[in-house]
């Protein structure tokens, strides 16, 4: 049988567009999910709506974690099936272990796999594997498309409202001193992920309608004609991020905005109400 040349590997913590999803080389592999001694593997046992469902009625907040070696090794002799090799894009090596845990189940199954850190998640890694297969349709080779998606990995552009920040503190992404000054003066707080891969907080918020509008005028301020698009993610908050791209276009009327969910498993660190931009430059 004659192997296709490429597949194209993401986590599950990438945003699926539709058109990604309709790629037929394309594969997710997806964390696990745990509420206690429970596990879930996202986007298999549990969607976000089943996730939502279960943190308002669970005593305590669930927990997320990479697949092991084992579970990426047998993955990826499945996929050696059939393709010669493989390009992974990965979420933030700073953020988890999935990077690492890929890269051994690789070598244990003896399948060629160029791996790519993100230094990012959700979108972040959705748009470094578009530009791979993109280039690749052009003639590219996979050392090309290494080297420039190495190079666009940390200029994700990014803007985050978390949604519930007693989640993102009880799943170890922020500081003790960071939850306390955010609880105590009811803030939104406003957190980014940085070129190095790491999550950071970088402002405060009073109210939800100061919140978005601190969105749309980070992205404003920023703007050029030369961007076309950019990405709006939300946690369950359709409504809302509908209201958040009607403000983003009137500011900026020519650009299109696309909007789409966060993963379940980036849910149970941001919370349900959790509201994003990014672009790349």
Known sequence: MNKKPIAWIVDSTAYVSEELQQHP?????????HFGEKQFVDGVDLNPEQL?????????FPKSSQPSAGEFAERFKVIAEQYEQAIAVHVSGKLSGTLASSTAGAELAGFPVTFIDSLALSYGITGLIEKGMDMYESGASVPEIKAELEKMAGTLQNF?????????????RMSGVQFFLGSLLKVKPIVQISKEGELVAIDKVRSE???????VDKLAASHHPRRKSIHLMHGNVLDQAVHLKNLITEQVPDLEVKIGDISSVLAVHAGEGTLAVLWFD
Do not use: H, T
């Open 52 to 60: 939502y469902a279960k943190i308002k009625n669970a005593e305590e």
């Open 160 to 172: 985050i409202l978390i949604g519930q920040l007693d989640q993102l503190y009880k799943g170890g």
């Open 209 to 215: 309608k100061k919140a978005l509008q601190y969105l």
């Open 25 to 33: 080389d394309f594969f997710s592999v997806p964390l696990n999910i």
